[in-house]
T-cell receptor, first 113, second 112 residues
């Protein structure tokens, strides 16, 4: 069976510090990978998606970047965090871009102080 | 532009009741619709995925229906339990588009 893991689960970082959130999927190959952000009281916002190694599409101009160094690994990064980067970050995957069921990781809670 | 609405925003019912959660969408040209639940501070758990050609899907006590012509999906929960308490979200995928359009969710509380 397929599983998705992301870490760390909780992170408290000062403004201006770097960020690295990691996500891995097990039990499948060539998944489509997504990073979402869920801000308090707001809906899910798609940040990045990837259909293959090194292929990243950005949905929202922001202080964040994403990379996919391996088939089942997706990393969300920032060089300098802003207060507005605080939120709940969720990694997700599907088998296909068009019609697949979307599965989420456990989430990473980021607080920027 | 597709819009997805979930009403009510919150619902509190006694344990044991059968209940229906609603999800409506403005553009019927959807590819599929997916229901999720989210527990506080946790990720989303996929409950049911309905393809545009399907009318319903069932999993245990859950049954999701889809009526594209009226722009509605319902999630039916039978014999509700306190463990069903969570926020339920629906999301719609449009044809030939990787994006999901999300509803704001219904926060469900099942009282023992």
């Amino acid at each position: 069976s397929q599983t998705i893991h992301q870490w760390p689960a909780t992170l408290v970082q000062p403004v201006g510090s770097p960020l690295s959130l990691e996500c891995t999927v097990e039990g499948t190959s060539n998944p489509n990978l997504y990073w979402y952000r869920q801000a308090a009281g707001r809906g899910l916002q798609l940040l990045f998606y990837s259909v293959g190694i090194g292929q990243i599409s950005s949905e929202v101009p922001q202080n964040l970047s994403a990379s996919r160094p391996q088939d089942r690994q997706f990393i969300l990064s920032s060089k300098k965090l802003l207060l507005s980067d605080s939120g709940f970050y969720l990694c997700a995957w599907t088998r296909t871009v068009l019609g697949g069921e979307l599965f989420f990781g456990e989430g990473s809670r980021l607080t920027v102080l | 532009k597709q819009e997805v609405t979930q009403i009510p925003a919150a619902l509190s019912v006694p344990e044991g009741e059968n209940l229906v959660l609603n999800c409506s969408f403005t553009d019927s040209a959807i590819y599929n619709l997916q229901w999720f639940r989210q527990d506080p501070g946790k990720g989303l758990t996929s409950l049911l995925l309905i393809q545009s050609s399907q009318r319903e899907q069932t999993s245990g006590r859950l049954n999701a229906s889809l009526d594209k012509s009226s722009g509605r999906s319902t999630l039916y929960i039978a014999a509700s339990q306190p463990g069903d308490s969570a926020t339920y979200l629906c999301a719609v995928k449009m044809d030939s588009n990787y994006q999901l359009i999300w509803g704001a969710g219904t926060k469900l509380i099942i009282k023992p």
